[in-house]
């Protein structure tokens, strides 16, 4: 893994959240998109090297919209950036790690990504993400 590429942060109001992680990181969001697969509403922010990102869902039955419910708002998951998504995902499942899904998918901010099981990791949901070129 090569860094921290984001932290995901659950929202339950969307524009509120913007407005104020706009104010709080002095930035402003330099990108929103909707993953539809995914059921969520996403919002960057750049601070230092590290992006931060607020998901909504846009579905009372999404995974988001699950999370909230279940633990409130608040940090969803820390996500790691790859050059070799698969490689590393084999290289963990080799490790003894659960993953969420067996085959690298499309996510947000034009990556692929996969998530391990936060049982195997202390009960945080890490992310594995590798931009597509």
Do not use: W
């Not at 929103?32 to 869902?57: D, H, P, R, Y």
């Not at 963990?92 to 993953?99: A, C, D, I, P, S």
């Not at 085959?103 to 901010?109: L, S």
Request: charge should be negative.
């Amino acid at each position: 893994m090569l860094k921290v590429e984001h932290i995901g942060i659950a929202v339950k109001d969307f524009s509120q959240s913007i407005s104020l992680y706009e104010k709080l990181l002095n930035t402003n969001c330099y990108k929103k998109e909707t993953v539809e697969s995914e059921k969520v509403n996403t919002a960057f922010f750049m601070q230092g090297e590290t992006k931060i990102e607020l998901l909504e869902s846009i579905d009372k039955d999404g995974v988001i919209a699950k999370f909230i419910e279940k633990k409130g708002e608040g940090l969803h998951h820390i996500a790691f950036e790859t050059n070799d998504i698969e490689a590393e995902m084999q290289r963990l499942k080799n490790e003894g790690f659960v993953l969420l899904n067996e085959t690298a998918k499309r996510g947000a901010d034009n990556k692929l990504v996969c998530f391990l099981h936060p049982k195997n990791t202390n009960g945080v949901l890490v992310e594995l993400c590798q931009t597509i070129i």
